[in-house]
T-cell receptor
């Protein structure tokens, strides 16, 4: 099975940088995803990592270390619209298992 | 526009009644999934289907049933045996089950409230 841990809540200021961590223990690993979910809406895909290292996509970057069972999502130049829940999800050979999500609040 | 449709967005039912949530996709995706989300929690997998006429139980299948008679459609029935059915239900699909990089696309969700 999978066990995924991420902080429940984080707060940051508009224009700042925030790092959301995710640690996992898995029986099989076939990639790690980050999703953004605004309240009452469906999750939307942000990033995918399967090899160690950093993937950059505009203001968002995601890092993976498979040996440490660790990933982080880095959000730069925070905007108010970035206030949302960020879900870490790990894929084994069959299914995707989600963490409980980190609720990020961006303050003016 | 290609995408996943779930209807209705809000659904109310009396306790003891079965209810079926619809999920339709026109993305030509092979694999489809049903998740349940409770307040402040992540998504938990109920059922998934990797191909037509085949489906597998997820982590919390008890009290739910599904069918996959067509590639485009994967309806979920919440039965009276489900003890706490009030939740936000999300349907998702991926292009295929083989390639791990395929992200899941989600429908808008159905919020079910059992009175």
């Amino acid at each position: 099975g999978q066990n995924i841990d991420q902080p429940t809540e984080m707060t940051a200021t508009e224009g700042a940088i925030v790092q959301i961590n995710c640690t996992y223990q898995t029986s099989g690993f076939n990639g790690l995803f980050w999703y953004q979910q605004h309240a009452g809406e469906a999750p939307t895909f942000l990033s995918y990592n399967v090899l160690d290292g950093l993937e950059e996509k505009g203001r968002f970057s995601s890092f993976l270390s498979r040996s440490k069972g660790y990933s982080y999502l880095l959000l730069k130049e925070l905007q108010m619209k970035d206030s949302a829940s960020y879900l870490c999800a790990v894929r084994d050979w069959v299914q995707l298992t989600f963490g409980s999500g980190t609720q990020l609040t961006v303050l003016p | 526009d290609g995408g996943i449709t779930q209807s209705p967005k809000y659904l109310f039912r009396k306790e003891g009644q079965n209810v079926t949530l619809s999920c339709e996709q026109n993305l030509n995706h092979d694999a489809m999934y049903w998740y349940r989300q409770d307040p402040g929690q992540g998504l938990r997998l109920i059922y998934y289907s990797q191909i037509v006429n085949d489906f597998q139980k997820g982590d919390i299948a008890e009290g739910y049933s599904v069918s996959r008679e067509k590639k485009e459609s994967f309806p979920l029935t919440v039965t009276s045996a489900q003890k706490n059915p009030t939740a936000f239900y999300l349907c998702a699909s991926t292009r295929d089950r083989v390639h791990s990089y395929n992200e899941q696309f989600f429908g808008p969700g159905t919020r079910l409230t059992v009175l």
